[in-house]
């Protein structure tokens, strides 16, 4: 223990801890005088602009991450503006095209009645089969269909000119099999679902399996076998480019080469390859062309029995 010198005990004084940094800086205001001055900043200070500084620098992180997430977003929306411009675009290019197809079968109409060909619509209570190729409506889809569809309108007068000789032993005028009408030429919904749409080349007709198809016209077999799409097909060349096609077939009775005759039986209606039920496809093509196999059926009646 300290004692003062009267014998009393000495207090204990603590240290004072000085909690200030300091700056000294030498200023010279004269040849003869000079003199330094202190500065002295506080530890707290120091703490408490660091702090300041590491929020700062927090919040400036956050501004960048925040301006980042916001170009991305302004781009996933510019990408989704460009597809609803581009879906809006492709639906107006078939809805041009439906107008168009639409006008051609109108002159085809027009020069079937001229050459005394009827449409029949065909309405059957009958549960119909529906079948055949399908061609996606994507950008060369589309493309497509247009390419046949200025070739029909460039070939429409050749084909005034075959409907107006129906009577011709080598013009398809007569019903291939003796059915009701389903699914009809051009654009159709998908038959085995899914909510999309596709090109349907011919004309179905609903028929019982088993029932005979005829040749509508004199012609030579070209094809006879499977086909991915039609199942078992014939294909008959007429002449002068005329050329008719028969999908699903369950059974073919003809070889290629064979002449026929109008009336001639060549197979039996069935459901092979892409079909949800019994029935016969028909296609027609003039000049490789598809046209509308409505074209060229006559009123129901007109149509001969089979040839024995």
């Known amino acids: 223990m300290l004692v003062r010198a009267d014998g009393a005990p000495k207090e204990h004084t603590p240290m004072n801890t000085d909690e200030r940094l300091y700056a000294f800086i030498v200023s010279r205001t004269s040849r003869s005088r000079s003199y330094v001055r202190r500065f002295s900043i506080h530890k707290r200070w120091v703490k408490a602009s660091a702090f300041a500084a590491a929020l700062l620098f927090c919040a400036a992180a956050y501004g960048v991450y925040g301006m980042t997430q916001q170009v991305a977003h302004l781009r996933i929306e510019e990408e989704n503006n460009r597809l609803r411009l581009e879906n809006e675009r492709q639906r107006q290019k078939l809805q041009n095209l439906e107008n168009r197809v639409d006008a051609i079968e109108t002159d085809a109409r027009r020069l079937s009645e001229e050459s ?23 950008d060369a889809a589309i493309a497509a269909i247009e390419e046949r569809a200025a070739r029909i309108e460039s070939n429409l007068q050749a084909c005034a000119a075959i ?3 129906r009577e011709s032993e080598r013009i398809p005028s007569i019903w291939p099999v003796t059915g009701g009408l389903s699914d009809g030429f051009g654009v159709r919904s998908n038959p085995f679902g899914g909510g999309s749409s596709e090109f349907h080349p011919g004309q179905d007709i609903t028929a019982p399996p088993g029932t005979p198809v005829i040749a509508p016209a004199d012609g030579t077999v070209v094809e006879a076998g ?5 199942g078992q097909t014939v294909v008959i060349d007429h002449g002068n480019g005329l050329t008719t096609r028969y999908g699903h077939l369950s059974k073919i009775e003809v070889a290629v080469g064979q002449e026929l005759k109008r009336g001639e039986e060549l197979g039996q209606v069935g459901s092979t390859g892409r079909s949800t039920g019994p029935h016969l496809h028909y296609e027609i093509k003039v000049s490789d062309v598809l046209v509308n196999p409505l074209d060229y059926l006559p009123p129901r009646g007109d149509s001969p029995a089979p040839t024995q």
Do not use: T
Not at 226 to 230: A, E, L, M, Q, S
């Open 116 to 138: 005394g060909v009827s449409h029949d619509d065909g309405n059957s209570s009958v549960a119909h089969g529906a079948g055949g190729p399908a061609l996606n409506l994507d």
């Open 163 to 165: 409907l107006r000789e």
């Open 226 to 230: 499977w086909k991915n799409g039609y």
